[in-house]
């Protein structure tokens, strides 16, 4: 799962910085926080948005902060909800994205965050089959 998710985490990366305005480094954050619900998340989380933000010319720490408050309140949410469905991945990536986009003024937000949560549900997918194949193996 390491291998799938970096290569993941680094394409969305890419994407994000160059191409696209989608939050694709959130979705695949928010996969891996809910996937593997380990505390290391957080470190990546704060890493990714200040790299992120140094790609994208914002002022350094508002995506980290984004990022570790989001991810925060899913593991909030841990407790009394069953997250790591398809169903809380999508909802949850929707209001996440629509949050991001509203925050740092983007355009066609509630467009951008269906199509986000699409993205996040086929992030979580193949996330989760290499996760299961893990847990498979010991």
């Known amino acids: ?9 680094l394409f969305s990366l890419f994407l994000e910085s160059s191409v696209t305005t989608l939050p694709l480094v959130f979705l695949t954050l928010f996969c891996l926080a809910v996937l593997t619900r380990k ?14 933000d ?13 990022f570790i408050l989001y ?6 949410y841990e407790r009394k909800f069953e997250i790591s469905t398809k169903y ?4 949850a990536s929707f ?3 629509l949050g991001f986009l509203i ?6 937000v509630v467009l951008q965050s269906l199509m986000s949560s699409i993205i996040g549900i086929l992030i979580f997918s193949i996330l989760s089959r290499f996760h299961k194949n893990v847990e498979k193996e010991y």
């Open 1 to 9: 799962m390491k291998l799938a998710a970096t290569i993941i985490f």
């Open 39 to 52: 505390e290391w998340i957080f470190v990546i989380a704060f890493i990714a948005g200040v790299f992120l």
């Open 54 to 66: 140094a790609l994208s010319f914002r002022v350094l720490g508002q995506s980290s902060l984004y």
């Open 71 to 76: 991810i925060f309140l899913v593991f909030l």
């Open 88 to 91: 809380f991945v999508f909802i």
């Open 95 to 97: 209001l996440g994205s």
């Open 103 to 108: 925050i740092f003024s983007y355009n066609n």
